[in-house]
């Protein structure tokens, strides 16, 4: 290939990028936007910029070099970009439009709270996060343009993963057993927050937390010797364990692996917390519900049905007799797990 061709095939790449550099600034957030304001306030004469760790995540670098908006230098020595003087005027140009300003700020408000939507639920399609955006939105948005929103933040975030056709919370071990699981409790409807829940979600990594996580927090600082960070970053491992149906158990042994305050003095005070906590957390595997109304809501529906019967006298009527349910057999709740994985215990 001649030199003139090299050049010529220089030139219709660089067009091309600017092409669809309109689009592409409309699909970012604020954060990314403000790394290119950053860049090309600080680059001179086309000198590179050193990166720094909190300017941007890593795969958004990669992501903006892969589309030919960076030059990127990633070694041992340094990491450092440079964006061409004729793109960054353009860049510059566009990002003071009214249109993208708009458009950025929305982009902000949904990558927010798709991560939300993530904390609660786990694992979502794309369809199902667009669903549930519009359910809590007046403002609609199409659907291009949403899904391309959400895969910008998932190209240049480690916020949110993916796996097969759904986007992940970054924090599941095994997203194909817990998808496998909702996808089999197909009777049980998703839990609903309020919308400013889903949005605390999404800015702080996990729900809010409720009674049982904060007496549970309470109790590590009363009853064992933990500092109020050590306890803060001990729940937010364990809710998180909980999300990705660990037993009581395996969190006990991963605490006893990890940290050193258990003796046999306090462990029964842990495993009474555990269990009150495993309660009343809302899990992936139960759409967002927690496992105390999952088992009212069958209790309930036990009662109902059991009622239905008219033999016998009144008394008899209104006690509702249960087969024995062994530790290995099916759990009455529907939830396809053993017994004793799931329900056993929680009726008292």
């Known amino acids: 290939m001649s030199q003139l061709n090299k050049a010529e095939l220089v030139e219709a790449l660089e067009q091309k990028i600017k092409n669809k550099l309109n689009l592409w600034l409309g699909y970012l957030s604020s954060r990314n936007i403000q790394f290119l304001q950053k860049i090309i306030k600080r680059q001179q004469n086309n000198n590179r910029v050193l990166v720094k760790l909190f300017d941007i995540n890593s795969p958004g670098l990669y ?20 964006i061409p003087s004729d793109l960054a005027d353009l860049i510059e140009k566009l990002i003071n439009k009214q249109e993208i300003k708009h458009k950025i700020k929305l982009n902000d408000q949904i990558i927010i ?75 049980l409807d998703y839990y609903y927050p309020k919308k400013k829940k889903i949005v605390y979600a999404g800015e702080h990594e996990h729900e809010k937390w409720n009674s049982a996580q904060q007496k549970f927090k309470k109790s590590l600082l009363n009853n064992f010797d933990l500092s109020q960070d050590d306890a803060s970053e001990l729940i937010f491992m364990v809710n998180l364990d909980i999300k990705n149906d660990l037993s009581t158990w395996e969190i006990l042994d991963k605490i006893q692996t990890e940290y050193d305050f258990l ?19 809302r899990m992936w595997v139960l759409k967002g519900h927690t496992p105390e109304e999952v088992f009212k ?10 009622g239905k019967s008219t033999s016998g006298s009144v008394g008899e009527q209104t006690v509702v007799k249960k087969e024995k349910v062994g530790r290995n057999d099916s759990c009455p709740c529907g939830s396809g797990k053993k017994y004793k994985k799931c329900c056993l215990g929680k009726e008292n």
Not at 154 to 160: G, H, N, R, V
């Open 63 to 82: 992501n903006f070099a892969e589309r030919g908006i960076l030059d990127l230098v990633d070694s041992e020595d340094e990491t450092s970009v440079r």
């Open 263 to 281: 003796d046999s003095d306090n462990i029964d005070i842990l495993i009474d917390s555990l269990n009150n906590l495993h309660n009343n957390t």
């Open 297 to 306: 809501k069958a209790q309930q529906q036990s009662k109902s049905t059991s």
């Open 113 to 187: 709270f798709v991560r939300g939507l993530l904390a609660y639920y786990g694992a979502l399609r794309i369809a199902q996060i667009y669903k549930f955006f519009n359910k809590y939105h007046s403002q609609k948005i199409d659907f291009p343009q949403f899904d391309r929103v959400v895969e910008e933040d998932f190209l240049s975030t480690y916020y949110i993963e993916r796996f097969d056709n759904y986007y992940i919370n970054p924090g599941m071990l095994e997203p194909e057993d817990i998808i496998e699981e909702v996808e089999m409790r197909s009777n």
